[in-house]
């Protein structure tokens, strides 16, 4: 089996730490709590990293390498109904648009973050904590769509992609 590498370290680091981060604070941290604040203030800081990486950065970490265009997504979309092999050293056309889905809800949670706690005319206005509260339960069930995809697509590709994230080396197909 050859491999090749495909995720960088930044890569890597920013995929745990925002999985890390967002885990630490939907289940454990008290929202308004000072670690909540602060994971969340971390966590826009990785999305300005990421987001420049995606221009700086090389290969699958960049923008144009993954970013959903309506041809490609129809694409995916005709392979996975017509059960055809496609195969991708990056995201498919599908995860892109996920993570891109995800990243602005994470955006979005530290805005409305931001605007609950630092802006004293946003104090205790219910639709900034709502829609706080709809992004962070919405970013969950993308998370869950994200890990269920990578299992399904794990299986279905034979190969383990969960793995990539941690290693950074993905399979070549041949």
Not at 48 to 73: E, I, M
Not at 107 to 112: F, K
Not at 113 to 131: A, K, P, Q, R, T
Request: with cysteine; aromatic share 16%; hydrophobic share 50%.
């Amino acid at each position: 089996m050859h491999t090749e590498k495909l995720w960088d370290p930044l890569i890597r680091i920013f995929h745990w730490s925002i999985a890390a981060i967002f885990v630490a604070n939907y289940f454990f941290n008290e929202a308004g709590e000072d670690w909540h604040q602060w994971l969340g203030y971390i966590a826009v800081a990785w999305l300005l990293v990421r987001f420049l990486w995606g221009f700086f950065g090389k290969g699958a970490a960049r923008w144009s390498d993954f970013f959903p265009t309506r041809a490609n997504l129809t694409q995916h979309i005709t392979a996975l109904v017509k059960g055809e092999h496609y195969h991708r050293r990056g995201h498919s056309p599908l995860g892109g648009l996920v993570m891109i889905v995800m990243m602005l809800c994470l955006l979005l949670l530290g805005i409305t973050g931001f605007m609950m706690s630092e802006i004293d005319y946003f104090w205790g206005e219910d639709w900034v904590s709502n829609l706080h509260a709809w992004t962070a339960n919405s970013l969950l069930a993308l998370v869950l769509v994200h890990i269920f995809a990578a299992l399904f697509e794990s299986y279905r590709l034979k190969e383990n992609l969960p793995l990539s994230m941690i290693t950074g080396k993905r399979r070549v197909d041949k």
